[in-house]
């Protein structure tokens, strides 16, 4: 079973030894409060106007190699983050995962529900990263359209 973490903003920075800024905590809890991957920019608009935007993308990459947060890239240029699900077996993020991306509105969404069980290379090949996406549209859209 996967779920989101219950750990607080200010526990889950005090895990991964980071300070507790204003910028990191308001960051983590708006992803926190959303049920689709966010853009950088979609979160910069929900930040307070004073947040400088520089340190709001530094902080983005902080989070992403402490693991706090996990990022979708879609056509190799558009990246879109959230937290991750947590499996309630092994306590570990669950990072292999297919991804949806709306066409109409663009929205992404993790599919949790497909995991990717395993993949097997060639020998003498390594994997680097998974990033599966299928395209389509969202729920939304289609009753809009119906
Ligand atoms: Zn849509
Ligand atoms: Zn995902």
């Given amino acids: 079973m996967l779920h989101k973490s219950d750990i607080s903003t200010s526990e889950l920075l005090k895990k991964h030894n ?3 800024t204003k910028v990191r905590k308001q960051l983590i809890n708006i992803l926190k409060n959303s049920n689709v991957a966010l853009s950088a920019s979609d ?3 929900q930040m307070p106007a004073t947040c400088d935007r520089v340190t709001l993308y530094r902080n983005f990459k902080t989070l992403v190699e402490k693991g706090i ?3 979708i890239t879609i056509n190799n ?3 879109f983050y959230v937290l991750p699900q947590i499996d309630s077996k092994t306590n570990e993020n669950n990072t292999e995962h297919i991804h949806f991306r709306c066409v109409k509105c663009s929205i992404v969404q993790c599919l949790h529900s497909s995991p990717i069980e395993s993949i097997n290379l060639p020998e003498g090949f390594s994997k680097l990263d998974t990033n599966f996406i299928v395209y389509g549209t969202c729920k939304n859209c289609n009753t ?3």
Wanted: glycine share 0%; proline share 0%.
């Fill in 18 to 20: 980071l300070s507790q």
């Fill in 43 to 45: 979160v910069a608009r």
């Fill in 69 to 71: 947060l996990h990022q």
């Fill in 77 to 79: 240029h558009e990246s």
């Fill in 144 to 146: 809009i359209s119906n």
